[in-house]
């Protein structure tokens, strides 16, 4: 899977967006961008995904730069809750396991978020 | 919420001493997967399973057995303990597909002294 740069920490105040970069250079055409993130003392949680397209759900929006080569997780309004290590990772659409083989996690970014 | 439990929870265990970590879905998930989380460290894959009795090296497989017998049960066996196997071990589900997500469990600390 191609590597992923993210800055080791991020601060941000409360009710304010918060923007995550992910570096990803050598992304192929079938890698889809994936987020996870871990709260302290638990297992880490899947936030979005994209390939192309910015996508949004009910947790985050994922804008994926035009030559793909970085992106943003942006949290609209952030809340103490939202204080945890995020992951960008990159995972090939097209691997020969139909995805069976593992996620390869990087350090993250560890969010902090101030009252 | 993902219906995956793990146990134990928390274990201390002496070196040398053979231990099974128990992972449990409801999910009906084919794909499971153990992890191992180290200070300072992202998730870093153990073994995973793409079905009953199809299991497959991950990263760090040295030193971990596991076996899935049953769809909804994956074990992780440390043979003999070592110091270095103190770790938080997470286990995870996901489906197939192109852009699948994982869902994790709570994870087990294990000590080994």
């Known amino acids: 899977d191609a590597k992923t740069t993210q800055p080791n920490s991020m601060e941000s105040n409360e009710e304010e967006p918060v923007h995550l970069p992910c570096n990803h250079s050598t992304i192929s055409g079938t890698d889809y961008i994936h987020w996870y993130r871990q709260l302290p003392s638990q297992g880490p949680e899947y936030v979005i995904h994209g390939l192309t397209s910015n996508v949004n759900n009910r947790m985050a929006s994922l804008a994926i730069a035009e030559d793909r080569k970085s992106s943003t997780l942006i949290l609209h309004r952030a809340t103490l809750r939202d204080a945890a290590v995020y992951y960008c990772i990159l995972r090939d659409g097209l691997d020969s396991g139909g995805g069976a083989d593992g996620l390869t996690f990087g350090k993250g970014t560890h969010l902090i978020i101030q009252p | 919420d993902a219906g995956i439990t793990q146990s134990p929870r928390h274990k201390v265990t002496e070196t040398g001493t053979p231990v099974t970590l128990r992972c449990h879905q409801t999910?009906?998930?084919?794909?499971m997967y153990w992890y191992r989380q180290d200070p300072g460290h992202g998730l870093r894959l153990i073994h995973y399973?793409?079905?009953?009795?199809?299991?497959d090296k991950g990263e760090v497989s040295d030193g971990y057995s596991v076996s899935r017998s049953k769809t909804e049960d994956f074990l992780l066996t440390l043979e003999s303990a070592t110091s270095s196997q103190t770790s938080v071990y997470f286990c995870?589900?996901?489906?197939?597909?192109?852009?699948?997500?994982?869902?994790f469990g709570p994870g087990t600390r294990l000590t080994v002294t």
């Open positions: 399973s793409y079905g009953v009795k199809d299991t």
């Open positions: 999910e009906n998930h084919r794909y």
């Open positions: 995870a589900i996901s489906t197939p597909g192109l852009a699948y997500e994982q869902y």
